[in-house]
């Protein structure tokens, strides 16, 4: 069990994508209870992005079961006892983040973006085209 926060001061900051963190999220639970002020980042493009990549690149045209239907990764926290907020437009993250790392509860930014931009520097489009 743990009994105390190692180095409570010390700011963690975590970026998962959509599926990556719907494996985990219970941890938001644990989080809340022992007051670990992380900032979450939940990066929400609607897919199993590093196995979609693979099909893209490896089965043109045979994409299959990555596609995924999330919850409001916002309000989930909420739900949870977290800070929670949804950023849909570039202009809105920097205000959210100031605000989840001012919020003095575990926080998770729900970033929405398009499964076009499949990962950093990747599109769909390139990796279709040979180029990804």
Known sequence: ?????PEPAREVICFAGDGDF??????????????????????????????RMHQEREYPGRVIATDLRNPDFAALARSFGAWGATVDRTADFAAA?????AADAPAIIHLKTDVEAIAPGRTLTALRAGRG
């Open 1 to 5: 069990m743990i009994k105390a926060i």
């Open 97 to 101: 983040f100031d605000a989840a790392r």
């Open 22 to 51: 719907m494996m985990s999220a219970a941890e938001l639970a644990t989080a809340v209870q022992y007051e670990a002020n992380v900032v979450t980042v939940v990066v929400d493009n609607g897919s199993y992005g590093t196995i």
